[in-house]
């Protein structure tokens, strides 16, 4: 049998003849790319939650944060995974079988398809938001329900705007440009934190709640972020005059490819649709409660794992069309590995740091030491599924390489009826803590589903391996995770989020964890930190 050194020696051998694991360097270095551009965008997502938590009532972001939801779902969707899924693929296809003027042509086409049906969704979304509010918020009183029908209307053109920004993205990966759409998103959280701190005031005096203040902020985010990938669209060729499909058999492959794909992606998307609808049925807050809680968690699922799975997926794809079977399977088993070697650490880490964590970001001014509590009690139950939703949007791709559309749907399907049976079981009492473990438990549910339905497909797919070394990853986080609890100790978190002590324990407890993960990983040899390291110190070489 092949020693580890052996089989890793085996792929760079392979790398340097041209083979599948030649693009183990490439991903780690177009990962670390838009996980530097996610993080100055999730850094700045966290200013501005708090920022929000410290100024508006709870009454006023329970309303603002059903409002966006159903904008910022279809946002996550196509920026995370529809459009990048459907048209990556199709977009290779083409130009490696019919030459760069023919995918031009293909992408105007698509963007022309895109432009009306995104126009249409919004307009509808406008004129039907006092039944969109009554159908996902029912248990909102006529005053909290009024208030949100108001900011729905707002802000559901954000969809537009999102649409058009994620088709973008997806052109600029597919020609391996990476940096401007993994920076765009931060331009969100700008306006938001402006719209926040000072647009906010001015809101009476043109007859609207402040709160009306955070639905146009994410309207002018929305044309920011889509007027920055202009530049690099016309750089590479892809800034395009929209024109209609005309028949264009592969804007209809892509769309075939896409609808299914929405349905997959979308039930994490639906999960927090009915989590929502649940939560407007109980105490004022909770819907605050658990926006705040998973946007924490999001850190690490959309930093690393959508990083991760958005570099990966061009290789895939060009793999899989060159007909390199066992290349594919590598370059996914080692897009898996990455991925845990990062979420479970930080599952550990934001489980033992829940309170401290919630009590920095949001602990201050509006947002008293009891609603720390209860988004910290939420926190707990979503960071136990970092590691699955982190696998979860790394294991999708591999679908999507193989233009395989239905076996997500199928998996999507188990998480959904996982989700609604356990929080129906749960929230009368559990609360709203109920519905945070039941969006980790159906995420598990997926996992499962996606790992035997692609076993299925493609054949073995190393997950002896990933085991081994997500075992190699546990046995690092355990006691990195003791260590973050006991400097945890030192804090007096009843003390707020702008107690300096508060704050340098926190930051420390998190440099320590850091640092004790990264020397046990070392120690026992993770080759993930290599590649990590590796891809960073290329980068910074190169300024």
């Given amino acids: 049998m092949a020693s580890p050194d052996g089989l890793r020696n085996g ?6 003849k041209g083979g599948g694991g030649g693009e183990r360097a490439a991903i780690a270095r177009r990962a670390s790319i838009v996980i530097a551009g996610t993080l100055s965008s999730r850094a700045l997502g966290a200013l501005r939650d708090a920022v929000i938590a410290a100024t508006f009532s709870l009454r006023a972001t329970d309303a603002f944060f059903v409002a966006f939801t159903i904008p910022n779902a ?46 249409s969704v919004a307009t509808a979304g406008v004129i039907a938001a006092p039944w969109l509010v009554t159908l996902y918020a029912g248990g909102y009183d006529a005053e909290r329900l009024d208030l949100t029908v108001l900011l729905t209307r707002i802000v559901f053109p954000y969809i537009f705007l999102m649409g058009l920004a994620a088709l973008g993205m997806g052109a600029l990966h597919s020609e391996k440009r990476f ?61 395009v005059r929209p024109r209609l499909p005309g028949g264009d058999p592969y804007v209809k492959k892509a769309f075939g490819l896409m609808v299914p794909l929405l349905a997959s992606l979308g039930v994490y998307q639906l999960n927090i649709l009915l989590s ?17 809680a998973q946007r924490l968690v999001e850190i690490p699922q959309g930093v690393f794992a959508f990083a991760i799975a958005s570099a990966a997926l061009p290789t895939l794809s060009v793999l899989r069309a060159k007909g390199d079977d066992a290349a594919v399977r590598e370059t996914f088993g080692y897009g898996l590995r990455l991925a845990l070697f990062v ?47 982190a ?35 749960l929230m009368n009492t559990l609360g709203h803590v109920g519905l945070a473990l039941a969006n980790s438990l159906a995420a598990f549910v997926q996992l499962v589903t996606l790992l035997f339905l692609l076993r299925r497909r493609v054949g073995p797919l190393g997950l002896t391996k990933v085991g081994k070394n997500a075992g190699r990853m546990v046995l690092c986080a355990l006691p990195m995770g003791l260590l973050v609890y006991v400097i945890a100790g030192f804090g007096d978190w009843s003390r707020g989020g702008n107690d300096p002590a508060n704050i340098g324990i926190f930051l420390g407890a998190i440099a320590a964890g850091g640092l004790c993960y990264l020397i046990l990983a070392r120690l026992l040899r993770a080759p993930e930190l290599d590649d ?12």
């Fill in 11 to 16: 792929v760079v051998e392979k790398a340097a």
């Fill in 74 to 119: 279809l946002r996550v969707l196509l920026g995370e995974g529809a459009v990048s899924g459907a048209f990556i693929p199709v977009y290779t296809e083409v130009r490696e079988k019919e030459g760069p003027e023919r995918a031009r042509l293909f992408y105007a086409r698509l963007v022309g398809a895109m432009v009306l049906i995104l126009a």
């Fill in 179 to 239: 940096a401007v759409p993994s920076f765009a998103p931060a331009l969100l959280n700008v306006a938001l934190i402006a719209a926040a701190l000072g647009a906010s005031g001015l809101m009476p005096d043109v007859g609207l709640p402040a709160v009306a203040a955070l639905a146009i902020g994410a309207l002018v985010g929305g044309v920011a972020q889509v007027l920055v990938q202009l530049p690099v669209l016309q750089k590479v060729g892809l800034l």
């Fill in 276 to 292: 929502r609808l649940f939560a407007s049925f109980l105490a004022e807050g909770s819907q605050s409660f658990l926006y705040y």
């Fill in 343 to 389: 979420a479970i650490p930080s599952t550990v880490a934001l489980a033992v740091l829940a309170e401290p964590t919630v009590t920095v970001f949001f602990g201050r001014n509006s947002f008293e030491p009891e609603h720390v509590s209860a988004t910290a009690a939420a926190l707990v139950m979503m960071a136990a599924g970092i590691w699955a939703v």
């Fill in 391 to 425: 696998s979860v949007r790394t294991v999708v791709p591999m679908f999507h390489a193989y233009n395989d559309t239905r076996s997500p749907v199928v998996a999507s399907a188990a998480n959904l009826v996982v989700f609604v049976g356990t929080s129906l079981s």
């Fill in 532 to 543: 990590v390291l590796g891809a960073v110190m290329r980068k910074l070489r190169r300024r």
